[in-house]
């Protein structure tokens, strides 16, 4: 029986199980999945906002702004890309004006350092390229942006390296009783865990249901993006969005930590869990859209185009409590559950704590871990020097992002250890270029292959049936 068995390996379930070990390594991470970061945390606006859009004395006031102000420090600690670039809620009239001012007064009382309302000619200080018709903004010098799905897979990975273990493909089926704890099974495997804590994203109103708690119901909401080429990435600075609206933040612009321009998302209530389908009508909202808030993007440099679907759970605010014992949810995490990612880890150890968890800080836990992307990061000499040591370093596999074969065996060696094509693009950028994986994909496969001791046709690009090749022709 393991002490504590987490349900979802996204951002909060990985955040919760890396503060998890810094106390026991008697933790369990289930993911139903073929790899970790494949839901909500796959695809989003990667945006640690600052906190003056939650109503204050929410839960998601309270850990958005103590989320905001641990992320530089934890992806320090985790060797994960941080900018603090700052944000722009941009408005076009009077009715905006008001909206803003009052933002940013919620923005004061929720504890935003330095947030205030601009005017057009201090906007254009900041962003040139800002729309025309753009007469004011909230500004907030503390936003920043990440990458979420490598803070995900950094967590989980240092919770592993830290003894949590990770069971992939394992769809819970059913929860009961046993042992003064909770028997958690799928179809082929089961898990027992004193404590469970229930980080399942889109599916956690089921989870919970599975032990009794039908109080809440989370439902998807759909998010359409463009992704711009690199060569347009230093088009704007912050991020900019527009006046929020009921069903969210709104469209925004802004760049990526690894440089690209990032559009969207659209905002549509949907039913399938699973549809990630992007639409001819919602490309086109996100492109007009944008057009208003920058000026002068340069839309024939998008590069790819995706969706997201965001947890929106039925309270209004995250939902965090413990209906029977040794059960916790964590769930309806939409945003700013990114950015609250940390805060919510902390809070969830406090509340099992408080539930009567023993928990005694460890000696051996090590919570740095060596960036993904240590390469680039090396002088001239340290890369040479690595070469010499390592020859697979001097050998560029994905051209357009300059991903070196060493850089994809490491990764396909380091926890949480990726099974597919796309699993080395999330880990290494490798095909997340111009040409989409068009040259070096085949070269990937070749790698995986050899490491995790498969045949050149049983590697897949994302799991399940999704296979590359069928057949050698030579």
């Known amino acids: 029986m393991f002490e504590i068995a987490v349900i979802g390996a996204g951002v909060v379930g990985g955040m919760v199980a890396r503060e998890l070990t810094k106390f026991t390594s008697d933790v369990c991470i289930l993911e139903r999945k073929s790899d970790v970061a494949l839901g909500a945390t796959r695809a989003n606006s990667a945006i640690v906002h600052a906190g003056y859009d939650a109503y204050p004395g929410s839960l998601k006031a309270r850990l958005n702004v103590r989320g905001s102000k641990m992320m530089a420090e934890v992806c320090r600690e985790l060797g994960v890309k941080y900018k603090n670039n700052g944000s722009l809620v941009v408005g076009f009239n009077e009715e905006d004006e008001q909206t803003l001012k009052g933002l940013c007064e919620r923005g004061i009382t929720n504890g935003v350092d330095g947030v205030r309302v ?12 800002i729309g025309d018709g753009v007469t004011v903004a909230l500004y907030a010098p503390t936003g920043a942006i990440v990458c979420p799905y490598e803070l995900c ?112 998302p659209t905002a549509e209530d949907i039913k399938d869990k699973e549809d990630t389908t992007t639409t001819a009508a919602g490309l086109a909202k996100v492109r007009t859209l944008a057009a208003e808030q920058v000026s002068h993007i340069d839309f024939s440099k998008v590069i790819t185009s995706f969706t997201g679907l965001r947890a929106t759970g039925s309270t209004g605010d995250f939902i965090i409590n413990m209906p029977r014992v040794g059960f916790l949810n964590l769930a309806g995490i939409e945003s700013p559950g990114l950015s609250s990612a940390p805060a919510i880890a902390e809070y969830a150890v406090e509340l099992l704590r408080e539930a009567g968890l023993e928990l005694n800080v460890r000696d051996d836990f090590n919570g740095n871990r060596r960036p993904m992307h240590f390469f680039a990061m090396l002088s001239t000499e340290e890369k040479n020097a690595l070469i010499k040591e390592r020859p697979e370093y001097a050998h560029v596999i994905c051209r357009c992002e300059t991903v070196t074969e060493g850089e994809i065996l ?30 070096c994909t085949p070269y990937i496969i070749e790698l995986l292959a050899e490491e995790i001791g498969v045949d050149y046709t049983d590697v897949t690009k994302f799991g399940g049936n999704s296979r590359i090749n069928f057949g050698k022709t030579k």
């Not at 039908?214 to 359409?224: A, D, K, L, Q, Y």
């Not at 597919?420 to 270029?433: E, H, L, P, Q």
């Open 118 to 129: 601009i005017y057009r000619d201090e906007i254009l200080k900041i962003e040139p390229n």
């Open 153 to 264: 897979m950094a967590a989980v990975g240092n919770a592993m390296d830290n003894g949590a273990t990770l069971k992939l493909n394992f769809e819970v089926k059913s929860i009961e009783s046993c042992d003064g704890g909770y028997k958690i099974s799928s179809e082929t495997d089961s898990v027992c865990a004193k404590y469970v804590i229930n980080c399942a994203g889109l599916y956690s109103d089921e989870i919970a249901r599975m032990v009794g708690d039908g109080s809440f119901t989370v439902n998807p909401r759909r998010g359409e993006y463009m992704l711009l080429d690199r060569e347009v990435g230093g088009h704007i600075t912050s991020t900019v969005f527009r006046c929020p609206s009921k069903m969210g933040k709104g469209v925004l612009v802004s760049p990526t930590v690894d440089g690209n321009l990032l559009v969207g």
């Open 410 to 439: 490491d990764a396909i060696r380091t926890n949480p250890r990726p099974t597919d094509v796309d699993g080395v693009k999330r880990r290494t950028r490798a095909s997340m270029g111009r040409c989409q994986g068009g040259f």
